[in-house]
């Protein structure tokens, strides 16, 4: 490994001194000093806190303007996503007056009231910090400008490509007591005119671009609604109109289900026409006059006649929650005026994925390259192509007898398709398991399917009540006299825009147990049957079980004075048995450090209940999603008894319980170097992108920004090293400069 890495490891963590056996309670009677409902804290308020890490990154000077406007943007879609779903849920309990409390011991109406004050504060920062860009964008040359601030020739040549470009898309509603409201999807923004006697709705086309260029300079910009509300009189000439606006609405996300049934299809199909009756969750409106906005609260079912009496305009809230804010729709959509080839400077710089220099040695040969040892790729520092090599190769070799392949989120146009496709045409037996319920990817799955069975492909749509959310793929190939397995096991999903963005981990193996039983998972979902594993460990029958003798042998090892430490990369840690598990674990003497992405219900640094455990977030450039279980078994996390793990799932109760996951030992020693060494090192390391959770439950950055340019970033440095396992020829790891981080 690189020789930086081993000293910052030295510098920042030195060995620990030896200690003696701890005298602790026995693990099975935790005697923690705090209260129960202290134990844990709120995956709601965690959701929350992690969109604030990433709004944080939208206000630091130290990230390039083009990215901080990005970082919002993607807030903006992360807490809009965050109301249809989890918002959502908690209010379907408080309508149907459900009790149920949360692990920290809050009730859906109480984590509804805790998570509308941290959310109006996160929008009012999102909010301040767009005009603080907006100024910036300015600067540069890039200006937001209303419709009534044009140029004479500006305005001629606006007025023109309306009445071209998007008069003819245009369909405004008339609103009265014979007229309904139109059906408006989540996330649809709309006009509302209020006239003399009644009120028209325009849709805004979600196909049309948000920030128009006037006359195509790509310098002064103007938003479609005000386009649509300044020219009105085009799509609606005599019309006498008193006032307009622009609201966007979310609704509830959940995917209506039907009781059970043997057709998964149809019931995600079913679901997916349900959802476009869905309750509204969320209002956001923008200029809009106080008779605006009762009228269409009152035709969304929002709010009722006696609240809307009540409502003051400026509070917009109704009871204890706030449906209604002042804030301006599709904010997300701020990301559509970077513009990276003016202003190159303005972005990260170009990132180019390694190709394993050991697939090159190979004449791109998987089967080949595999065969000599197993090959770890990270993405998206080493190139998604690997994956797609790997199906397109087994698609076309006339040696290749089978493929079977989990799928449960991927592109429309996906290169994976492609390669089954083309496999099943060839006479192959292709097998897909393809999980239809992929939050916000049913639509695309289920074409998918049908695309799939036309080719000849078999097409398994899982077990009803356990969604198979693993990902792997099993080829079996003729080779002499006998048949050989390949296998590739991921940590992401088969989507090859997501690889580009997305921290992941793919595991190529010829192990002939590891193969085996990844034939076994792909049976189990077939038909039901189960038949252990022989090294995998497997969900919902075995992964929870798994994970507590880890922990427990952990423990077993510090109160005999041995070496006793657990490190965790996840994206969520939510399951409070697994936790009290760590938390035992901790009072035992094990020391215990946490690399977790997003939830996180683990209160850490208490004393006498969870003093050794460290939690870090990490939130940069790339979406940090690998699922990564490291457990020293008695002696130092390098050695060759240590139990090092990839897998599919998060710790959540879901994932442990109610989802088809995997768990993959990393058997191979230069795979197992890659993942400690490099990957799990440099995370623990790192300091630019940290931060820190403390026992109060608040996440701080580890240093300020200013200082970052002086700190290790674990992204960085990944960009720049090679990996491990595909090195190949290269033989050694490159080194970043010493000076820059030492």
């Known amino acids: 490994m690189s020789e930086i890495i081993h000293k910052l490891w030295r ?61 919002l943007a993607i807030s903006v879609a992360v807490l809009d996503q965050f109301y249809t779903v989890r918002v959502a849920k908690l209010s379907r309990l408080v309508s149907r007056r459900v009790l149920v409390s949360s692990i920290d011991g809050l009730t859906p109406e109480q984590q509804l009231n805790a998570i509308e004050v941290r959310a109006d504060s996160l929008m009012k920062m999102q909010e301040t910090i767009w005009q603080s860009q907006k100024t910036e964008l300015q600067a540069i040359g890039i200006s937001m400008t209303e419709p009534a601030d044009l140029t004479n020739e500006e305005a001629a040549w606006l007025t023109s490509y309306f009445q071209i470009q998007i008069l003819p898309v245009l369909t405004p509603f008339t609103l009265d007591e014979e007229h309904p409201f139109p059906y408006i999807p989540s996330g649809g923004m709309c006009v509302i005119l209020q006239l003399v006697d009644s009120h028209i709705l325009i849709p805004v086309p979600a196909n049309l671009p948000r ?62 026409r349900k959802r476009h009756k869905a309750n509204v969750i969320r209002l956001k409106v923008h200029e809009l006059s106080e008779s605006n906005l009762r009228f269409i609260s009152r035709h969304l079912g929002l709010i009722g006649d006696k609240e809307l009496e009540m409502l003051e305009f400026q509070r917009r809230s109704v009871g204890s929650r706030s449906f209604i804010i002042e804030a301006m729709p599709g904010l997300s959509q701020i990301s559509d005026l970077i513009d990276n080839n003016r202003f190159p400077a303005l972005a990260f710089p170009p990132h180019r994925p390694r190709y394993p220099q050991r697939m090159l040695d190979h004449g791109n040969d998987c089967f080949k390259a595999i065969k000599e040892k197993d090959l770890l790729v990270h993405s998206p520092f080493e190139s998604f192509d690997v994956v797609v090599r790997f199906l397109e190769q087994a698609a076309v ?43 916000d990817n049913e639509q695309s799955n289920v074409a998918m399917a049908k ?254 920004p200013i200082e970052k340019d002086q700190l290790f970033c674990a992204q960085t440095w990944f960009t720049e090293t090679d990996s491990y396992s595909g090195l190949g020829s290269h033989r050694h790891s490159r080194m970043i400069p010493e000076a820059k981080h030492a």
Not at 60 to 70: A, D, I, Q, S, T
Not at 469 to 492: M, N, P, W
Not at 641 to 652: F, H, N, P, R
């Open 451 to 704: 695309r799939l069975e036309d080719a000849g492909a078999q097409i398994l749509y899982g077990i009803i009540g356990l969604k198979i959310h693993c990902k792997l793929t099993v080829i079996t190939r003729q080779e002499a006299d006998k048949l050989a397995i390949y296998s590739h096991f991921s940590t992401g999903n088969y989507h090859p825009d997501n690889a580009k963005t997305y921290t992941d981990l793919s595991f190529f193996t010829n192990n002939e147990p590891l193969c085996r039983d990844a034939n076994r998972v792909i049976n189990y979902i077939s038909s039901e049957s189960f038949v252990a594993p022989e090294v995998l460990t497997m969900a919902p029958f075995q992964l929870r079980e798994q994970l507590y003798r880890c922990i427990d042998r952990e423990i077993e090892n510090a109160q005999k004075g041995e070496r006793a430490q657990i490190w965790l990369k996840v994206n969520s840690l939510t399951d409070p048995d697994l936790i009290k598990r760590l938390y035992d674990a901790s009072e035992a003497g094990v020391d215990i450090e946490l690399v977790v992405r997003r939830h996180c219900s683990l209160r850490p640094g208490v004393p006498d209940m969870s003093s050794r455990i460290k939690v870090k977030s990490i939130v940069g450039r790339f979406l940090e999603h690998s699922r990564i279980y490291c457990f020293a078994n008695g002696k130092e996390m390098s050695s060759e008894s240590a139990d090092i793990y990839l897998a599919s799932a998060d710790l959540m109760e879901r994932n442990l319980d109610d989802r088809v996951e995997i768990m993959v030992p990393l058997l191979e020693a230069t795979v197992r170097k890659q993942v400690l060494e490099q990957i799990m090192k440099a995370n623990l390391l790192d300091q630019r992108q940290s931060w820190l959770l403390g026992e109060d439950g608040e996440w701080r950055r580890q240093l300020e």
């Open 397 to 439: 070799d006339e040696k290749v007898l089978s493929i079977k392949q989990t799928l449960y989120r991927t592109s429309d146009d996906s290169p994976i398709v492609n390669a089954l496709v083309e496999a099943a045409k060839r006479g192959k037996t292709v097998v897909a398991v393809i999980e239809l319920e992929a939050r």
């Open 211 to 272: 920030f128009i260029s006037v006359m195509d300079k790509n310098t002064r910009y103007v938003a479609l609604e005000d386009v649509l509300q300044e020219m009105s009189d085009l799509l609606l000439p005599n019309v006498t109109i008193r006032s307009s606006g622009t609201f966007q609405i979310l609704r509830d996300n959940d995917l209506a289900k039907k009781e059970r049934s043997a057709d998964l299809r149809s019931i995600v199909e079913s679901g997916l």
């Open 11 to 71: 510098k920042l963590r030195p060995s620990p001194k030896t200690k003696s056996t701890p005298q602790i309670p026995s693990p099975a009677k935790p005697d923690h000093t705090v209260k129960s409902d202290a134990q844990y804290l709120n995956r709601e308020i965690s959701d929350i806190q992690f969109i604030q890490r990433i709004v944080e990154e939208a206000d630091n000077p130290g990230v390039p303007l083009f990215e901080r406007v990005r970082f």
